[in-house]
């Protein structure tokens, strides 16, 4: 994992602002085992307002256009998030 990339920014191409202020965040798997990922201000804020099933949810577009990461337990718990929240999104 870069430490230079909030991981939402980067799984959609975007730069990351203000690389050195990013925050390291603690997502859980469905059996509660927490994966470490990086995130930028307007991101960490975006979970800690929505919690995470919502802030994951809003993000599902990450997996429709993946190509390939080096976050793979992420994009996972992303992935079952999703799948176990379709009715939120359509």
Same mark, same amino acid.
């Given at each position: 994992?870069?430490?230079k990339?909030?991981?939402?920014?980067?799984?959609?191409?975007?730069?990351?602002?203000?690389?050195?202020? @990013?925050?390291?965040?603690?997502?859980? $798997?469905?059996?509660?085992?927490?994966?470490?990922?990086?995130?930028?201000?307007?991101?960490?804020? $975006?979970?800690?307002?929505?919690?995470?099933?919502?802030?994951?949810?809003?993000?599902?577009?990450?997996?429709? $256009?993946?190509?390939?990461? $080096?976050?793979?337990?992420? @994009?996972? !718990?992303?992935?079952?998030?999703?799948?176990d929240?379709?009715?939120? !999104?359509?």
């Amino acid at each position: 994992m870069s430490d230079k990339e909030c991981t939402i920014c980067k799984h959609y191409g975007i730069r990351t602002e203000n690389p050195d202020s @990013l925050e390291k965040e603690q997502i859980y $798997d469905e059996v509660g085992t927490p994966v470490t990922i990086m995130l930028c201000r307007k991101h960490s804020v $975006d979970l800690f307002r929505n919690g995470q099933r919502k802030f994951l949810v809003q993000h599902y577009k990450i997996l429709v $256009d993946i190509i390939s990461s $080096d976050e793979v337990k992420f @994009l996972d !718990i992303l992935e079952r998030t999703v799948r176990d929240n379709l009715d939120d !999104i359509y």
